[in-house]
């Protein structure tokens, strides 16, 4: 089964940037999606961004135009790099990979956090 972890994230000002990974051994095998969420204190989860088993990318409108995925094969590793952050965008950052049973999976996620 792929059992996504994450890492990477911490504290930045606002219009810096952060990249987090999500390293997922077993996930390029061509029948795995991930997707990205966050879940802000006190807020619902929301969806972020998509990595699709075809390799497209797909980003919600808070998103686009800031965030970007990236890909490492050699080191089984899905990035989310995020640029000119906002304090909005401040919430807990989670991978989860999707498609037959043995791909899908959550990670604990990591704490991105952006001040004024």
């Known amino acids: 089964a792929v059992r996504p972890v994450e890492s990477g994230g911490g504290s930045v000002q606002s219009g810096g940037s952060l990249k987090v990974a999500c390293i997922a051994p077993?996930?390029?095998?061509?029948?795995?999606?991930m997707n990205w969420h966050r879940q802000a204190a006190g807020k619902q989860r929301e969806w972020v961004s998509r990595?699709?088993?075809?390799?497209?990318?797909e980003y919600s409108d808070s998103a686009t135009g800031r965030f970007a995925i990236s890909v490492d094969k050699a080191k089984d590793t899905v990035y989310l790099e995020m640029d000119n952050l906002k304090p909005e965008d401040t919430a807990m950052y989670s991978c989860?990979?999707?498609?037959?049973?043995?791909?899908?999976?959550w990670g604990q996620g990591t704490q991105v956090t952006v001040s004024s």
């Open positions: 990595l699709t088993r075809e390799g497209a990318m």
């Open positions: 077993g996930f390029f095998s061509g029948t795995c999606g």
């Open positions: 989860q990979t999707w498609g037959p049973s043995w791909c899908r999976g």
